[in-house]
Nanobody, 116 residues
Framework: QVQLVESGGGLAQAGGSLRLSCAASGRMFSILTMGWYRQAPGKQRELIASITSGSSTNYADSVLGRFTISRDNAKNTVDLQMNSLKPEDSAVYYC??????????WGKGTLVTVSS
């Protein structure tokens, strides 16, 4: 079992920055593929960025060049640095962990609001 707790959400102005962090419980963090998703009101949850156990990263086109995902296996954390924020980045951001081969865990989310 993996428990995930997100932090770092809040209010930012357009053009500003926020840094989200996700802390994971357990001893299996280093083998987890971690991802950040977001869900805006009335929209489907979408993948924003992911990072594998080998630190390979993947980004949605909408955030490429503005957001950076990173992980610290010693601290069991995965961060999402969000720069050049836009109002359309406003959403609840969720942390997800994939434990091979089939298990998936979700955090409860953290709200990000970007004002114009």
């Amino acid at each position: 079992q993996v428990q995930l707790v997100e932090s770092g959400g809040g209010l930012a102005q357009a053009g500003g920055s926020l840094r989200l962090s996700c802390a994971a419980s357990g001893r299996m963090f280093s083998i987890l593929t971690m991802g950040w998703y977001r869900q805006a009101p009335g929209k489907q949850r979408e993948l924003i960025a992911s990072i594998t156990s080998g630190s390979s990263t993947n980004y949605a086109d909408s955030v490429l060049g503005r957001f950076t995902i990173s992980r610290d296996n010693a601290k069991n954390t995965v961060d999402l640095q969000m720069n050049s924020l836009k109002p359309e980045d406003s959403a609840v951001y969720y942390c997800k962990a994939d434990l091979p081969p089939f298990k998936t865990f979700w955090g409860k989310g953290t709200l990000v609001t970007v004002s114009s």
